[in-house]
């Protein structure tokens, strides 16, 4: 980008915005503002606008309330106004932020507006950050003490959330705020302002109005250079990335880390390819701290400790020296008894997957003995006994899944089928001989699919 007091606002904004936009955008896509009605989101809508009228797009916004300022509901009239007069469909979210002791109103709000987006049914998400916030956003993160990763500040676009097609779009991120005040005033154009913004006693604020125009005395050009930086920062992050995938390659085994292909690796490299597997799992990432305290325990618990550690939401797992990453909400509890009544398909909300069932001669459950009991779908609870091979005898249920090698907070998310109070079959184990079809009788096949999508289908 040319020098900013060489800039011709409307032309070198316009083809910036275009440039990012063409680098992304492909007919028909579904785009959707974030439009708070300042000036940035403003002007932002308008050159949207601007470029719709080259590709046909599905074009809306939406506007979150946080309900922190007494002109929230202002703010929410002026952004639906403003959309009226310009046909573009404005979705309102009124929420009601607070936040707790040592946290950060302006995180806690972002995280709030954040959770919004991801219920939004679209290509992209256009948020009007610009060449400002990107410095403040660098100069902050530089203050926490942030590593590499955070230090590459904010990419043009970014995929939202792990396996969602939605992406971040920040079209603005070259231009400067003087230039967007600029063309925003050449075209007429309104907005609102936050009067929170000018609370130093934010650290972003306090930056921006106190210690930032004292280094633009001294380096003008403290904007591109900073910027600068930070894309540095992003090869390097992303270098780091490439080494960590090949470390994976090195240590996963399947979708698990090998505990001892972890600990072979020297401490930064440990350290580099932990923080990249869990940035996949699209988690606020740990602290420094407590990121040396994970490898500090998964270095000394022996393999064969079960090892449990929260991150964000997620948990990291190990048993029987494999390390997993699972989502907090996908340890399902026990669950209550569901009846089946012979559907074909049983949906199991609490374990989140669906239970399919196929009438079947010479395979399966033998259906004569189902019909003698009321059938239902239980979780584990503790002391069931079970004989999937009638050349062994009967044993504990607990004593299978250990041989299963099943690791403990698995147990309970496997759907158990009873007849009355016989445990009859175990997803992924198999049939009770007792239970099991004999050649000459119609059977029942029972197919458990989780919900996982990396997951097989379990008999």
């Known amino acids: 980008m040319a020098d900013s007091k060489s800039i011709n606002p409307i032309n070198d904004i316009t083809s910036c915005f275009f440039h990012n936009l063409n680098a992304q955008i492909r007919p028909g896509d579904c785009l959707v503002v974030a439009l708070s009605g300042g000036v940035d989101s403003v002007v932002l809508l308008h050159l949207l606008i601007k470029f719709s009228k080259l590709m046909p797009l599905d074009v809306s916004a939406i506007h979150v309330e946080h309900g922190i300022s007494t002109y929230s509901g ?26 707790q002791p040592q946290e950060s109103l302006e995180a806690v709000a972002r995280e709030a507006r954040y959770q919004i987006f991801r219920q939004i049914q679209a290509d992209y998400v256009l948020l009007a950050q610009h060449q400002d916030d990107q410095v403040e956003t660098l100069l902050l993160q530089l203050l926490r003490g942030a590593g590499v990763k955070g230090l590459s500040a904010m990419p043009t676009v970014r995929l939202f959330e792990s396996g ?42 306090f930056l921006r109005h106190r210690i930032l125009p004292l280094i633009e005395q001294r380096y003008p050009s403290y904007r591109k250079i900073l910027s600068r930086s930070a894309r540095h920062l992003g090869e390097a992050a992303h270098l780091l990335d490439e080494l960590a995938k090949i470390d994976a390659e090195n240590t996963m085994i399947v979708d698990k880390l090998s505990l001892r292909g972890l600990r072979e690796l020297d401490l930064a490299r440990a350290g580099n390819l932990l923080r990249y597997l869990l940035a996949q799992q699209m988690v606020r990432l740990p602290s420094s701290a407590k990121l040396e305290e ?102 504990s249920l607990k004593k299978i899944l250990q041989e299963a090698s099943l690791p403990p907070w698995k147990r309970n998310t496997l759907p158990l089928l009873f007849c009355g109070d016989q445990l009859v079959w175990v997803a992924g184990i198999g049939i009770d001989c007792n239970f099991q079809a004999p050649m000459g009788r119609a059977g029942l096949v029972v197919t458990w699919r989780p919900d996982q999508t990396n997951q097989s289908s379990i008999h």
Not at 358 to 380: E, M, Y
Request: hydrophobic share 40%.
């Open 164 to 205: 969602k097609a939605i992406k971040l779009l920040r079209p603005l991120l070259n231009v400067p705020r003087s230039e967007i005040m600029k063309y925003a005033k050449l075209h007429g154009l309104s907005w609102v302002t936050d009067e929170s913004n000018l609370d130093v006693s934010y650290d972003r604020n």
């Open 74 to 99: 202002q703010w929410s009239a002026f952004c639906q106004t403003l959309c009226d007069s310009v046909a573009i469909p404005l979705s309102i979210h009124r929420l009601k932020i607070s936040k």
């Open 294 to 395: 994970i490898l500090r325990q998964l270095h000394n618990i022996q393999a064969d400790t079960h090892f449990q550690f929260e991150v964000d939401a997620l948990e990291i797992r190990c048993y029987r020296g494999l390390i997993e990453f699972l989502p907090a909400d996908s340890l399902s509890e026990s669950i209550s008894p569901v009846i089946w009544q012979g559907q074909q398909r049983l949906a199991i909300e609490p374990l989140k997957g669906i239970l399919e069932f196929t009438r079947q001669d010479n395979a399966g459950i033998d259906l004569a003995k189902l019909d003698q009991q009321i059938v239902t779908i239980r979780s584990r609870s503790g002391g069931e006994r079970f004989q999937p091979d009638c050349k062994r005898p009967r044993r």
